[in-house]
């Protein structure tokens, strides 16, 4: 009888400790928000951007695409695809305060899944590239890329921050 009681006072202990430690988890090593300004996140990425596959786009397209109002966030950054044969895209959203991620994050995931579809049936390699898209949240800023230089647009967007 002692050794169950024993053993259900280690049990709680550990699960008392595994609460503690996701707490501390949760709450210090969450992303902190960049305190660089958009406009120089924006400059970095412009410089590496290959222009030769996708081209400025407006507020324009991200509303009839993402719909979402460029107005409602500190900055907006988006290359289209020079053709609708093409899948590459780029998205850079800083928002005003955390509680817009979600949303974004959604809209984003949306414009993606319908890029893939778009491309599934007859675009093979167009396909992959919506397949092997990347999309990076750090702190109030989304990086959506869909490009075959995917890997280092991302490594540029980190690095800026």
Do not use: H, W
């Amino acid at each position: 009888m002692k050794i169950k009681n024993t053993i259900f006072v280690i049990i709680r202990i550990l699960m008392v400790a595994a609460l503690i430690g996701a707490v501390v988890f949760f709450v210090f090593l969450k992303q902190q928000e960049s305190k660089v300004p958009f406009a120089e996140v924006k400059e970095q990425l412009t410089e590496a951007v290959s222009s030769d596959r996708m081209e400025l786009s407006t507020a324009r397209f991200l509303k009839k695409y993402y719909g979402l109002n460029a107005d409602d966030y500190d900055g907006v950054l988006l290359y289209a695809p020079l053709t609708n044969m093409d899948a590459e895209e780029l998205l850079l959203i800083k928002c005003k305060d955390a509680s817009q991620v979600e949303s974004v994050k959604e809209a984003i995931l949306e414009r993606q899944k319908t890029k893939e579809t778009t491309f599934e049936g007859y675009a093979p390699e167009q396909y992959d590239l919506c397949r092997n898209y990347i999309l990076d949240e750090q702190g109030t800023y989304l990086f959506l890329i869909i490009s075959p230089d995917a890997e280092e647009l991302d490594k540029v967007f980190k690095d800026s921050l």
